[in-house]
């Protein structure tokens, strides 16, 4: 069992800066992936991006590549999404989210983690 908890989110102008922290309880945080997702209003939930359990790999959404980057410090049980030159419609609350997976797999499709956080709100103002 996993439980996460973000924080980091909030207001923020039109080509800022914010960075999402996710913490996670237990002692086997180093053996999932994690993911971070995103919705907005009247929109599903969607991929941003994936590190695998050991920092190797990285994966993000065309939407976000280049200005986001993922990291995690499995000794403090953490993953952070650094977000730069943020936009409008970065607007959403973001969530990250854990699955047990093998080194050198990817999961993108919210349906199969296995653990989620209750999220973030970040705005972005224009």
């Known amino acids: 069992q996993v439980q996460l908890v973000e924080s980091g989110g909030g207001l923020v102008q039109a080509g800022g800066s914010l960075r999402l922290s996710c913490a996670a309880s237990g002692r086997t945080f180093s053996s999932y992936a994690m993911g971070w997702f995103r919705q907005a209003p009247g929109k599903e939930r969607e991929f941003v991006g994936f590190i695998s359990r050991n920092s190797v790999s990285t994966y993000y959404s065309d939407s976000v590549k280049g200005r986001f980057t993922i990291s995690r410090d499995n000794a403090k049980n953490t993953v952070y999404l650094q977000m730069n030159s943020l936009k409008p419609e970065d607007t959403a609350v973001y969530y990250c989210?854990?699955?047990?997976?093998?080194?050198?797999?990817?999961?993108?499709?919210?349906?199969?983690?296995?653990?989620w956080g209750q999220g973030t709100q970040v705005t972005v103002s224009s």
């Open positions: 989210a854990a699955k047990f997976l093998p080194i050198g797999s990817y999961a993108s499709d919210t349906a199969l983690y296995d653990y």
